[in-house]
């Protein structure tokens, strides 16, 4: 069997997960490849599409949804995408595959393209905007509801691009009937609420991890590696875009940490950031501002470099830095939302707090950097919950027979969306 794995960039969170399932792919014995529109093809068997015109072409189609997204006002800060057709579509037609495996495709494939593979498709769903408008995460239950002028968000103005985009999203997709995966029981609870994909199966299955890279280092060497000191508990926070996504939860972190450094935790704990850029302290601590670390080698390092971590999201779906960290030994204190609970077990593999909480984010993190033993009875838990859940080779069995039941049903599901 070929799976053709399609994603809009090779190195985003969604763009490793999608790597990390082609591998995942490959080592079950099935023919793998991955297409993406960015990237680097730094792993066999992944073919780039965007060329130096087709970046140009690319950066020009982005500024063109801008400035048309700019004319609604919706008063939050949720990252869109139009749908408009990509130049994926006539690629994966020319590879013919058995399975097409979608990822997070938005600039690669289009809302109306997807009828047209002409090929059984799975789906991973990386965030909502599968069951959405444009939006990629809402709070509003307008995917639930359905988007009608009369549910916007209080205030909203300017034409209503989320609604426009679902309708065209319901108009196409009445001929498309992808098997569904999501990497959560949060992100499967929506997709089963919502209109847009109503009483179809979903499966829930985690991201795959190769558990053999991602584990423990020395950490003395790891700290010396990004010239860290020796003799501080070290607290890691960061993401893409780490400090400028609300939905990240920074600005929940920051107000923990002036209620830490009131309690006098700066004087044995530091903070170390990556995903951002800056200098000098933050809220009293002193913060070693990384910027984006360039591999995952050099992540793995960083994970066993530090102490504890904190993932203050307000809305995620399954965050590959948690897992990720949690496989390497670090124990985290994460915001009891979206896929996080999935992976940290209150008390057990990890602590949770109420997302959007900073008394509560500072509390958990006070009993992390207050007890080293509870920090190493967690460390072992998590390693061990990463090993049962994420292993790239028991992920990769489950996609081999979830494949295997596409490509059998997909004739009754072409069928039943033609009639």
Known sequence: ???????????????????????????????????????????????????????????????AELALLSLQDTGDSAYRSLGFRGPGLARIREKRPDIVHLHWIPGLLGIADLPDLERPVVWTFHDQWPICGAEHYTELARPRLGYTADNRAPGARGPDLDRWTWQRKRAHWKSFAPTIVCSSRWMAAEVRASLMFAGREVHILPNPLDTSLYRAQDRAAARAAFGLPA???????????????????????????????????????????????????????????????????????????????????????????????MACGLPAVGSDTGGIPDLIRHGETGLLAAPGDAAQLAGRLEQLLRDAALRSRIAAAARAAIEGACDERAVGARYADIYRQAAEEWPRRESGTRH
């Open 1 to 63: 069997m070929y799976v053709l794995h399609a994603a809009t960039h090779e190195h985003s969170g969604a763009g490793r997960a999608a790597v990390r399932s082609h591998a995942a792919t490959a080592k079950a014995g099935l023919r793998s490849e991955l297409l993406v529109l960015h990237g680097s093809a730094a792993e066999p068997g992944i073919e780039v599409l965007a060329g130096p015109i087709r970046r140009r072409v690319d950066y020009l189609r982005q500024r």
């Open 231 to 325: 003799g501080r508990t070290l607290l890691l926070f960061g993401a893409w875009e780490a400090l400028t996504d609300r939905r990240k939860g920074f600005h929940v972190l920051s107000e923990a940490l002036r209620l830490l450094q009131a309690r006098g935790f700066a004087a044995e704990a530091d903070l170390v950031l990556f995903g951002a850029t800056g200098a000098g302290p933050l809220q009293g601590f002193n913060t070693h501002w990384l910027g984006v670390i360039p591999d995952e080698a050099a992540m793995r390092r960083l994970y066993s470099a530090c102490d504890l971590l904190a993932i203050p999201s307000l809305q995620d779906n399954l965050p590959n830095i948690l897992a990720e960290a």
